[in-house]
């Protein structure tokens, strides 16, 4: 006995398909988007936790941190989180971020943006998955 498949309206789920293929890289942006967001989020708080001088480090450090358009590199869905600019004393944000993150030998080591991201993973991986599914399932109705 050979078993039996039947599909019934196989165009409507064909059309569906080809709906998600031609769409899922845009869903894929909007899900990274979502996750960077919430990394994001957590890297300015660990700013707030940095010790300053006279401030300097905190506000340069939050000026200067943003989240890059997320890009399509050949089918690698991505966004950059970093800084840009200079703080007050013409330092990049960029190398003080680098020094608070991993010390120097004159200057005491402060992690803030591994710590957040480790803190953060499951939760950004989740939020991911949520748009996904619901981006999908518009187009799978």
Known sequence: MMARISFSRLEDYELQLSTLGRDMPKIAEKAVDAG????ADEIRRGIDTLPQKNGVTARGLSAGFGISPVRND????NAK???DGYNENGVANQLMARVMESGTSKVKK???VRPAVNRTKKQ???????VLDEEIGK???
């Open 110 to 112: 402060h992690p803030f």
């Open 124 to 130: 950004a991986e989740a939020k991911m998955a949520e």
């Open 139 to 141: 187009i799978m109705k």
């Open 74 to 77: 050949n089918g690698f869905i």
């Open 81 to 83: 989180l970093g800084w």
């Open 36 to 39: 960077a967001d919430i990394v």
